[in-house]
Structure formats: structure tokens, C-alpha cells
């Protein structure tokens, strides 16, 4: 089976090498090597009985630092750009055979949501840990009524998660992303907030869950509005509910430079630091930035080796992100079984960061990072699926990476013009259907409202478009409105 499995992981590197992608194109998000000298990225197999755990204060759970985000599952799917985006059918076979190699190794969180692999996730996650001892496992999942938010709807999706993940009760439970808004609605984020779980009772029939020990863990993940956030602590504050963690985004970039990039959101620091005043354990989501972080320009990536030659570009991130002490776990999406072993290196065990090393990541390349001025998408996909079928992360994606390979040229008479605009052009019509490109987007605006980072998407679509559509003619780049 161990050389059936090389067997096949050979033949998509082969394939995609073909293609001028690479496995990084389709799986950059959650790379990370624990490869030596000459060894290729999941060669190396991870150590058993090396994993770091944390211990959760409030029920004293010893928790793998690593945890499994189930967000993108295996697919039995060929197609890569419909493979990319969670289309297809999910590979039980395969999925119970990553959560049996990652109980193995010592990763003891699985976390979902409903919502997650177009509704799929939770039942295909059931399936695969109710074959194992359930006191061997932690189950961390979440209340998604983000559209459907009434108490009915809300309860019943509470306890279809119980059924769906063949288990009483849940370990870890998220108010789910919370802070955004519903402009098509006129709700804005504490409009929406208060709908989800305030007004709809939902709050106090969560409490009621965790004090029957249906809840073990109660705790919220976090985007957009930070007065949404200061909010909730508040209550937390006043007793009307008690958090035992919470979900946020934290990594090198976003430690200091998140609302720098995107106004709408706020900096790691801040929200680090208003949890760990209270004593509440962080769950770290997008350690990676959607694979910004695992896909660095070559002069960024040239600096990062010579600090270390031997250690790979994304495990900067993920030491990153596991090394403050008040982080109880870090959630990785982990699509095929060679991130899943590449990840298991990086904490088996995690070697912390020495401040000097936090310094340099913080102030030295993130600034750097800031100047290509990338769009803000995570490629979290909760865009998805657009009405009128447009693969929007993967556009986005495509433009950040070509831009961050300075394959982004606005001039004709640039000496690299026909050199970038072969690149991105080819890899655009790889990487994203021509029926799902740029150029199809209406403008119906119903994808902003569900972007956790409140990116302006049809305004991003339409710049892309137009972009493209000048690299076609060989022409200079439209000049950018300024706003």
C-alpha cells in the first residue's frame, strides 16, 4: 500500500509538472517540509510520539498543537481546478485512511462545519472517526446559521451535526465567523450578530448545552468587524456566556500588517492579546494566509533559506503560528496524506521561535510581503459557489501568485511583458475553466457579503478581466481608477 501510495503521488507531481504547475499550484495552502538535503516534500515520514500538546485550562484536555481543518477533503474528482475548489464526490476511503494515519502520529483534533464541503464535511468526518474510540479524539464544529439564522433552523442544524458526527456531544463548539454583515438584507454586523444568537435565543440554548455537557468547550471564530469581537468578550466579561477559546486568524503577516492590507481587518496582536488578558486559549485558523505565506517571491524565499537552508518556506508559518503560549492548537486544512505528514513533521515536535527569528518574520519580511500589495483572499471559500458559476478564489489566487512571482506587468514595452504575460495567461486558462474566468462576472455583488475579509470581489473580477484582456492584445494595462 506504502509503494501504491508513492506510486501515486509521483504521477500527480508528474502530471502537474507537465502542466508548468508543480504540486505547490494545487496544494501550496498547507505545505510545510520536514525534508533534509535532497529528500522531496513528503518523503520524510513523520516521527510517532514526538507531537506537542497543549493543555486547554478550563477542561484540561491535552490537545495536539496540530489540528485537522476538514474543510477540503479529498475528492475522487480528476479535474484540478475542480478538485481545488471541493467539487466532486468525497473519497471516504481515503479520508478515513488520513484520519487513521493522523490519530497515529498524534493529532487529536478534527475540526468542521456545516457548511463545509458543500454540507458534506461533517457526515464523511463521522464516518471516519466513529471507527475509532471516541475518548481518543477531539471534535471541534460550529454553529453556521450565517443565512439561515432562525431558532428552528439553528437547532436543527445543531443536531444534525450531533447525527452527522455519529456523536452525544461535541468537545470543542464555535459561534461560526462571527463580526461580518448582510448587506442584502440591511443587517449590519451586529444586526447580524444579534439575529445569529441573541434575539433567536440561541445563546442561551448553546449555555444550556455546555451545562448538560453536550457542549464540553464553548468558544467563536472570528472575522471582519472588531467591534463584533470586543462584543462578544463583553459578554463573555459579564457572564452572560462563558468562552473557553476562540478562532483566529494569526500569522506573521497579520500580526502587524492585517488592517494595513485590508482596513476591514484587524491585527493579530490585538486580538491575541485581548484573549490572553482573560486567560482564553487561541485556535489559530489561516497560519498560511491561503498559501500566500507557503508561496513567497524568490527574493523573500532567498532570505528565508539563507536563515535556514534546510527548513522549508511555509514551516516558518506554522512555527509561527504554534509558538505563542497561549495558542492551544492550529488548524490546518489538509487535503492529501503527503501535507498531512509534511504538517506532522513541523510540530513532532514544534520547535518554537527564538524572538530574534519572531523579529525577523514580523518586521523583515512581512513589510516586504505588503509591498506586492496582493489581494486579501485566504481562498476560505465561503464566496462559493457563485450564482453564475465563477471559480472566484481561483482567479484570485491566480492573480496573487503571479504577482508575487512578479509575473504582473503593466507595460508593453517591459523588458519581461511577453516573458509575465505567457505566464499568467497560460496559467490562468490551467488553473481556472474559461467558463469560469473574470470575464463572466455580472456584478451582482452577492460574494462580498459573504468574504470574511470583505474584499470588493466583482470590482477584483472586473480589474482581472480588463487585465487579461489587454495581456490578450498585447497591450498596456488598463490605468486603475483610484477611488
Keep these: 500500500m506504502e509503494k501504491e501510495n508513492k506510486k501515486n503521488i509521483f504521477s500527480r507531481r508528474s502530471f502537474l509538472k507537465g502542466l508548468g504547475l508543480g504540486t505547490a499550484a494545487v496544494a501550496a495552502p498547507t505545505i510545510v517540509s520536514c525534508a533534509k538535503g535532497d529528500k522531496q516534500v513528503g518523503e520524510q515520514e513523520p516521527p510517532i510520539g514526538k507531537m506537542t500538546y497543549r493543555t486547554c485550562p478550563t477542561s484540561g484536555d491535552k490537545v495536539s498543537i496540530l489540528g485537522y481543518g476538514m474543510m477540503r477533503l479529498p475528492t475522487k474528482n480528476d ?49 471516519a472517526l466513529s471507527r475509532h474510540d471516541r475518548k481518543k479524539y477531539f471534535i471541534s464544529t460550529k454553529m453556521s446559521n450565517m443565512h439561515e439564522f432562525t431558532r428552528e433552523a439553528s437547532i436543527a442544524m445543531f443536531e444534525k451535526s450531533l447525527a452527522d458526527l455519529q456523536t452525544d456531544y461535541i468537545d470543542y463548539y464555535l459561534w461560526h465567523n462571527i463580526g461580518g454583515s448582510r448587506d442584502e438584507e440591511g443587517l449590519d454586523s451586529m444586526g447580524l450578530f444579534e439575529a445569529r444568537f441573541i434575539n433567536n435565543g440561541m445563546m442561551d440554548y448553546l449555555n444550556k448545552k455546555k451545562e448538560e455537557g453536550v457542549i464540553r468547550n464553548l468558544g467563536f471564530s472570528y472575522h471582519g468587524d472588531v467591534a463584533i469581537f470586543d462584543h462578544a468578550l463583553k459578554l463573555h466579561d459579564e457572564g452572560k456566556v462563558k468562552f473557553d477559546f476562540v478562532l483566529i486568524e494569526l500569522n506573521y503577516l497579520d500580526w502587524k500588517h492585517a488592517k494595513e492590507i485590508n482596513d476591514y481587518n484587524t491585527n493579530a496582536e490585538y486580538l491575541y492579546g485581548e484573549l490572553e488578558k482573560r486567560g482564553l486559549m487561541a485556535f489559530v485558523m489561516e497560519p498560511l494566509l491561503g498559501g500566500r505565506l507557503s508561496n513567497l517571491p524568490d527574493k523573500l524565499v532567498a532570505q528565508l533559506k539563507q536563515r535556514d537552508p534546510e527548513r522549508s518556506v511555509a514551516s516558518w508559518a506554522f512555527r509561527y503560528a504554534g509558538t ?81 512571482a512578479e509575473n504582473v506587468v503593466k507595460k508593453a514595452n517591459d523588458s519581461r511583458y511577453e516573458e509575465a504575460r505567457r505566464a499568467f495567461l497560460v496559467g490562468y486558462d490551467r488553473s481556472v475553466p474559461k467558463l469560469r474566468q473574470a470575464d463572466h462576472c455580472i456584478g451582482c455583488g452577492k460574494c462580498v457579503s459573504s468574504c470574511p475579509q470583505r474584499i470588493q470581489i466583482p470590482q477584483e473580477l472586473h480589474r482581472i478581466s480588463a487585465y487579461v484582456e489587454a495581456l490578450k492584445q498585447g497591450k498596456d494595462a488598463p490605468e486603475e481608477k483610484s477611488e
Excluded: W
Excluded at 82 to 110: P, S, T
Excluded at 331 to 350: A, F, Q, R, W
Excluded at 355 to 369: A, G
Excluded at 379 to 392: E, L, Q, R, S, T
Design 79 to 127: 479535474n484540478i481546478g475542480e478538485r481545488q475548489n471541493g467539487e466532486g464526490e468525497i473519497d471516504q476511503e481515503m479520508v478515513n485512511k488520513q484520519v487513521d494515519y493522523a490519530l497515529e502520529h498524534g493529532l487529536n483534533l478534527f475540526d468542521t462545519s456545516p457548511v463545509y464541503c458543500k454540507g458534506l464535511s461533517e457526515k464523511a468526518v463521522g464516518i
Design 324 to 404: 505563542p503560549k497561549n495558542v492551544l492548537c492550529v488548524l490546518s486544512g489538509m487535503t492529501y496524506m503527503e501535507h498531512l505528514k509534511d504538517n506532522l513533521c513541523t510540530y513532532s515536535p514544534l520547535k518554537p521561535l527564538t524572538d530574534d527569528e519572531m523579529h525577523f518574520l514580523d518586521d523583515t519580511i512581512s513589510k516586504q510581503i505588503v509591498d506586492y500589495q496582493t489581494i486579501p483572499c485566504n481562498d476560505c471559500k465561503y464566496c462559493m459557489p457563485c450564482p453564475y458559476g465563477i471559480d472566484i478564489p481561483g482567479i484570485l489566487v491566480h492573480y496573487n501568485k503571479c504577482l508575487s
